[in-house]
């Protein structure tokens, strides 16, 4: 009970939220690729006039490389546009099931105004719950591989 009473109690600063990388629309692609590397970002948030308007991720730039795509483009052209967001007030458990259920490794932490101010990723959900809940965590039984019943490969 106390497990799911403090994901549902704690905000989401207590997942570590990584600094949000922030760049324009207009900004080439590649640009966006560099800066990626650089700073050793698995995304970047699109802002106009300081308000999230788009995001951009490393799936995005693999999908764009996968079709030798033009990276000289800008992102509005390939970004995707108003992503899912959390507040800094919602909880952690509201994260995870928004993770969940979309599929998303990492989510804008975004103000009142819609500017962002960290991006929740799945790392720091991951050391949020061993950190506040190691026996819960440590203490889960093994999963056993599935036994396969036909042999595999050759």
Same mark, same amino acid.
């Given at each position: 009970? @106390?497990?799911?009473?403090?994901?549902?109690?704690?905000?989401?600063?207590?997942?570590?939220?990584?600094?949000?990388?922030?760049?324009?629309?207009?900004?080439?692609?590649?640009?966006?690729?560099?800066?990626?590397?650089?700073?050793?970002?698995?995304?970047?948030?699109?802002?106009?006039?300081?308000?999230?308007?788009?995001?951009?991720?490393?799936?995005?730039?693999?999908?764009?490389?996968?079709?030798?795509?033009?990276?000289? &483009?800008?992102?509005?052209?390939?970004?995707?546009?108003?992503?899912?967001? &959390?507040?800094? =007030?919602?909880?952690?458990? =509201?994260?995870?099931?928004?993770?969940?259920?979309?599929?998303?490794?990492?989510? %804008?932490?975004?103000?009142?105004?819609?500017? %962002?101010?960290?991006?929740?990723? &799945?790392?720091?959900?991951? =050391?949020?719950?061993?950190? =506040?809940?190691?026996?819960?965590?440590?203490?889960? %039984?093994?999963? %056993?591989?599935?036994?396969?019943?036909?042999?595999?490969? @050759?």
């Amino acid at each position: 009970m @106390a497990f799911q009473l403090s994901l549902n109690t704690e905000l989401l600063e207590a997942a570590s939220p990584k600094k949000p990388l922030i760049v324009e629309p207009e900004l080439p692609v590649c640009e966006a690729l560099r800066l990626m590397k650089a700073e050793q970002s698995g995304n970047v948030l699109v802002c106009r006039d300081g308000v999230l308007v788009g995001i951009f991720t490393e799936r995005d730039a693999l999908r764009l490389m996968a079709v030798s795509a033009d990276l000289q &483009v800008p992102m509005v052209q390939v970004m995707v546009a108003d992503p899912v967001t &959390v507040e800094a =007030h919602q909880s952690v458990a =509201h994260a995870i099931a928004t993770m969940s259920q979309g599929g998303y490794r990492r989510l %804008p932490l975004v103000d009142e105004e819609g500017r %962002p101010v960290g991006v929740i990723v &799945v790392t720091g959900i991951v =050391h949020f719950l061993v950190e =506040h809940f190691p026996e819960t965590v440590y203490n889960l %039984p093994p999963q %056993p591989e599935p036994m396969t019943q036909e042999r595999e490969g @050759a």
